[in-house]
């Protein structure tokens, strides 16, 4: 009963002052359709430059260094003490890795691994005409490059599933094939470095939105590749495993390496720079959002303040006829939550909207193909965090003016007129 | 012998800004159940001060203070808050109704706030007590509506709600001209004779005074006569 009546006579005094109510919902409405708003945009954002990165890049890459053996063959002659050797060389069978078949079959059977795309790694040249320019071919398993590296979507023209179904079919970086002026469907001819020379059918264009990358970077399958270099099925460079957590990376990398007894790198050491750059992003976001929050709460601050100056003779009456200081401490903390509660509802619905309108505006960018618009996260997360926000901030913003009228004495309001 | 419905013993007040001045000096009387009574003084002899302090509503004094002889001084400011609504009404000389709420409204939330009937009870209790005030009709009307003799009327409907055992008003017709005022003693006095409601009732009146059961005259914060 007694919370009811203390809701009625908030809402009557709310509806009252009808204009001033407005105003001050106005302000939390539009703070938190920025706030909203603002972390939509800034986190699609981030998410979008955070995808450039995590998207292509693979969270442990297998693969085998150019480096000379540790292990000599003076140190079986000489096996206490120190053994100096001048001029050692690399060795072995260069940059294939020893038993794929064996590391594929573990890394599926892993239960932290979400997939694996093996790749073999080629330089070639492009004959144009009389003129060689260098090239680097990647072998892959287009299926599996499409579906853990979202191949398919750096790829402009044509089908990208070309490159498996055609035979010795080629997908050229865009750079490269405007240097060669090739069309999709136009045969190109590369050389391998030990003189082998092929005609590949361009299926497509790759944009990578690195200029210099897509220059010499093209795609192939893995058996094209593997013919290409004239090496046996087994043949694979480098191995690129996506984890179900990212975060066990450097984990599950050193783990591999003493593991295959191979070279291995985690994404956290390749890219150290973007996690600083992401967590950077979101700080400056959310302080902008706080901020105008507690802006809207000092409008809020400074209206109620003026509603219990006005409300003088309201408030002493109440007490005279049997409130106490609580419940009218309660009826303006009330009148506090409610401007938050709705003005923050309105904010998120508005938030939502300007997010819908922002997402609609044109955004293109070499670097992502795919990307039409203006990216927006619409995470539930931050509409959480906007309505509880406004709320303690209203609330808090309430609670002085409320604990100022709360302690007003009858006496005093009553007997000065 | 009556019942005591209030009784004060060795009351004194002083205010303390800027030099001590005391207000009150050992108020020591007691009101039965069922009188009429007035308080009369000059301006600043202390008579207002001493009607808060007796309604709860000032608590800074010396002295003792009962209700139904229950001790009040040193209660919460809760259970002052209850008593108040329960069983002080109010008439002051500005009506002090709410312009957010109609006239029934205003009436009924002192009655809302004590919770002792449903909302349907206390509406029609609500409507009752307008009858007797004879300003039924006005029931809808939002109090900015009414003339100043309506509005005071208002204010007694509104003290009447929960059946309190005493009314306290301060110059309740002190705004008021000189037909009001009749209409409002009319409706003290029928109180009093017809409902046997204790009233206690500053005024300057002397004319008004005149007309109560007992007459408390009050100089320089002491009781005269009683």
Same mark, same amino acid.
């Given at each position: 009963?007694?919370?009811?009546?203390?809701?009625?006579?908030?809402?009557?005094?709310?509806?009252?002052?009808?204009?001033?109510?407005?105003?001050?919902?106005?302000?939390?409405?539009?703070?938190?359709?920025?706030?909203i708003?603002?972390?939509?945009?800034?986190?699609?954002?981030?998410?979008?430059?955070?995808?450039?990165?995590?998207?292509?890049?693979?969270?442990?890459?297998?693969?085998?260094?150019?480096?000379?053996?540790?292990?000599?063959?003076?140190?079986?002659?000489?096996e206490?003490?120190?053994?100096?050797?001048?001029?050692?060389?690399?060795?072995?069978?260069?940059?294939?890795l020893?038993?794929?078949?064996?590391?594929?079959?573990?890394?599926?059977?892993?239960?932290?691994?979400?997939?694996?795309?093996?790749?073999?790694?080629?330089?070639?040249?492009?004959?144009?005409?009389?003129?060689?320019?260098?090239?680097?071919?990647?072998?892959?398993?287009?299926?599996?490059e499409?579906?853990?590296?979202?191949?398919?979507?750096?790829?402009l023209?044509?089908?990208?599933?070309?490159?498996?179904?055609?035979?010795?079919?080629?997908?050229?970086?865009?750079?490269?094939?405007?240097?060669?002026?090739?069309?999709?469907?136009?045969?190109?001819?590369?050389?391998?470095?030990?003189?082998?020379?092929?005609?590949?059918?361009?299926?497509?264009?790759?944009?990578?939105?690195?200029?210099?990358?897509?220059?010499?970077?093209?795609?192939?399958?893995?058996?094209?590749?593997?013919?290409?270099?004239?090496?046996?099925?087994?043949?694979?460079t480098?191995?690129?495993?996506?984890l179900?957590?990212?975060?066990?990376?450097?984990?599950?990398?050193?783990?591999?390496?003493?593991?295959?007894?191979?070279?291995?790198?985690?994404?956290?050491?390749?890219?150290?720079?973007?996690?600083?750059?992401?967590?950077?992003?979101?700080?400056?976001?959310?302080?902008?959002?706080?901020?105008?929050?507690?802006?809207?709460?000092?409008g809020?601050?400074?209206?109620?303040?003026?509603?219990?100056?006005?409300?003088?003779?309201?408030?002493?009456?109440?007490?005279?006829?049997g409130?106490?200081?609580?419940?009218?401490?309660?009826?303006?903390?009330?009148?506090?939550?409610?401007?938050?509660?709705?003005?923050?509802?309105?904010?998120?619905?508005?938030?939502?909207?300007?997010?819908?309108?922002?997402?609609?505006?044109?955004?293109?960018?070499?670097?992502?193909?795919?990307?039409?618009?203006?990216?927006?996260?619409?995470?539930?997360?931050?509409?959480?965090?906007?309505?509880?926000?406004?709320?303690?901030?209203t609330?808090?913003?309430?609670?002085?003016?409320?604990?100022?009228?709360?302690?007003?004495?009858?006496?005093?309001?009553i007997?000065?007129? | =012998?009556?019942?005591?419905?209030?009784?004060? *013993?060795?009351?004194? /007040?002083?205010?303390? &800004?800027?030099? @001590?001045?005391?207000?009150?000096k050992?108020?020591?009387?007691s009101?039965?159940?069922?009188?009429?009574?007035?308080i009369?003084?000059?301006?600043?002899?202390?008579?207002?001060?001493?009607?808060?302090?007796?309604?709860?509503?000032d608590?800074?004094?010396?002295?003792?203070?009962?209700?139904?002889?229950?001790?009040?001084?040193?209660?919460?400011?809760?259970?002052?808050?209850?008593?108040?609504?329960?069983?002080?009404?109010?008439?002051?000389?500005?009506?002090?109704?709410?312009?957010?709420?109609?006239?029934?409204?205003?009436? =009924?939330?002192?009655?809302i706030?004590l919770g *002792?009937?449903?909302? /349907?009870?206390?509406? &029609?209790?609500? @409507?009752?007590k307008?009858?007797?005030?004879g300003?039924?009709?006005?029931?809808?009307?939002?109090?900015?509506?009414?003339?100043g003799?309506?509005?005071?009327?208002?204010?007694?409907?509104?003290?009447?709600?929960n059946?309190?055992?005493?009314?306290?008003?301060?110059?309740?017709?002190?705004?008021?001209?000189?037909?009001n005022t009749?209409?409002?003693?009319?409706?003290?006095?029928?109180?009093t004779t017809?409902?046997?409601?204790t009233?206690?009732?500053?005024?300057?009146?002397?004319?008004?005074?005149?007309?109560?059961?007992?007459?408390?005259?009050?100089?320089?914060?002491?009781?005269?006569?009683k």
């Open positions: 009963m007694n919370q009811k009546l203390i809701i009625d006579i908030a809402k009557s005094l709310l509806l009252a002052r009808w204009r001033q109510t407005l105003v001050a919902a106005v302000g939390v409405t539009f703070s938190i359709m920025m706030f708003a603002l972390l939509g945009f800034m986190t699609g954002l981030n998410d979008l430059l955070d995808g450039l990165i995590l998207n292509r890049t693979a969270h442990v890459r297998i693969f085998k260094e150019v480096k000379p053996n540790p292990f000599q063959p003076a140190d079986n002659q000489n206490i003490g120190y053994n100096f050797v001048n001029s050692i060389k690399p060795s072995g069978n260069g940059l294939s020893d038993n794929t078949a064996a590391i594929l079959s573990a890394l599926k059977n892993d239960s932290r691994v979400l997939g694996v795309s093996p790749k073999v790694t080629a330089q070639v040249f492009y004959n144009v005409g009389n003129v060689d320019v260098t090239g680097v071919i990647n072998g892959i398993d287009v299926e599996a499409s579906k853990l590296f979202h191949f398919k979507d750096y790829v023209d044509g089908n990208y599933l070309d490159l498996k179904n055609v035979p010795n079919s080629i997908i050229l970086g865009k750079a490269a094939a405007e240097k060669m002026l090739a069309n999709i469907g136009d045969v190109v001819q590369v050389t391998t470095p030990k003189g082998d020379r092929q005609m590949l059918k361009v299926v497509g264009f790759f944009q990578s939105g690195l200029q210099e990358l897509d220059k010499v970077q093209s795609y192939c399958s893995l058996s094209t590749t593997q013919k290409l270099l004239g090496k046996p099925v087994n043949y694979i480098d191995m690129s495993v996506k179900l957590d990212l975060t066990l990376a450097p984990k599950v990398a050193k783990e591999y390496s003493a593991l295959f007894d191979t070279d291995t790198e985690d994404i956290q050491t390749a890219n150290s720079q973007f996690e600083t750059g992401s967590s950077v992003r979101s700080i400056i976001s959310y302080a902008v959002g706080i901020t105008l929050l507690i802006v809207a709460g000092f809020i601050y400074n209206i109620l303040n003026m509603m219990i100056y006005e409300k003088m003779d309201t408030i002493a009456i109440l007490k005279a006829t409130f106490s200081g609580r419940d009218v401490k309660l009826i303006f903390t009330t009148i506090a939550t409610s401007i938050g509660l709705f003005g923050g509802m309105f904010g998120l619905l508005f938030g939502f909207l300007l997010s819908s309108v922002i997402d609609q505006i044109p955004f293109n960018t070499a670097a992502l193909p795919t990307i039409k618009t203006y990216p927006i996260n619409y995470n539930i997360k931050y509409y959480v965090i906007g309505i509880i926000f406004s709320l303690i901030t609330y808090l913003a309430g609670l002085f003016p409320a604990q100022k009228a709360s302690k007003i004495d009858p006496v005093d309001i007997r000065g007129k | =012998m009556s019942e005591k419905l209030i009784e004060t *013993k060795m009351i004194n /007040k002083s205010f303390h &800004d800027p030099i @001590t001045i005391p207000i009150l050992d108020i020591s009387f009101i039965d159940k069922g009188e009429f009574v007035s009369i003084g000059k301006s600043g002899c202390g008579k207002s001060t001493l009607l808060y302090i007796l309604s709860t509503m608590t800074d004094y010396e002295g003792e203070l009962y209700i139904n002889n229950q001790l009040i001084t040193g209660l919460k400011e809760r259970e002052l808050a209850r008593i108040r609504n329960e069983k002080i009404g109010f008439v002051f000389q500005f009506h002090y109704l709410l312009n957010e709420f109609n006239v029934l409204k205003n009436v =009924m939330l002192p009655g706030k *002792k009937y449903s909302l /349907k009870e206390i509406k &029609d209790r609500a @409507t009752e307008l009858i007797i005030l300003i039924e009709d006005q029931a809808l009307k939002m109090p900015n509506q009414l003339s003799g309506q509005k005071q009327r208002v204010a007694i409907a509104r003290a009447l709600i059946d309190p055992q005493i009314i306290m008003g301060d110059e309740p017709t002190g705004n008021l001209d000189i037909k009749e209409i409002v003693f009319d409706i003290f006095q029928e109180l017809k409902f046997n409601q009233l206690l009732i500053v005024t300057h009146d002397i004319e008004f005074a005149n007309r109560t059961n007992r007459i408390i005259e009050m100089e320089d914060g002491r009781i005269l006569t």
